[in-house]
Each structure stands twice: as C-alpha cells, then as structure tokens.
C-alpha cells in the first residue's frame, strides 16, 4: 500500500549545505576575504556573509549548466 503525503508537505532542505557547495577552491578564499568586511559594516555575522555568497556562487554555476543543457537540446 502506497502511502500520500499530506498536502503542502515537503521534504525539508538543508540550505545551509547547499549554500556551503557554492565555496570552494577560489571562491571560498573570495568569500573569506570579503565576509569580515562586510559582517563590520552590516548586521550580518560572517558566517552569514559566507552562506550568501555560496548560495549566489551555487545559484550562478546552477544557472550556466541549465543555459548549457537548454542549448545542447535545442540543437
């Protein structure tokens, strides 16, 4: 018997590992270098800046392989 999840349920996502995929090699010496500048001058912690900056680094490579993968099909 297959049982349904109740509606408006999902499956929780650690956001927290994806936005930390998004620094590593240069983009993580990137992200240190600017986290502690910017944590001084806002109400965000560095590790908070960390996260945002891996997040958009993330979304950014997710973006070129989708824009790969669309021209690929439509050749």
């Given amino acids: ?3 349904h999840r109740p ?16 620094l ?11 986290a502690d500048r910017v944590s001084s001058r806002t109400r965000l912690s560095a590790e908070q800046v960390k996260l945002v900056l891996g997040a958009a680094f993330f979304l950014l490579s997710l973006q070129y392989v989708v ?9």
Wanted: glycine share 12%; proline share 0%.
């Fill in 67 to 75: 824009k790969t993968l669309v021209a690929i099909a439509r050749r």
């Fill in 1 to 3: 018997m297959v049982r």
């Fill in 7 to 22: 509606f408006g349920y999902l499956r929780s996502v650690d956001t927290i590992k994806y936005a930390d995929a998004g």
């Fill in 24 to 34: 590593h090699g240069w983009k993580a010496k990137v992200g240190e270098g600017v």
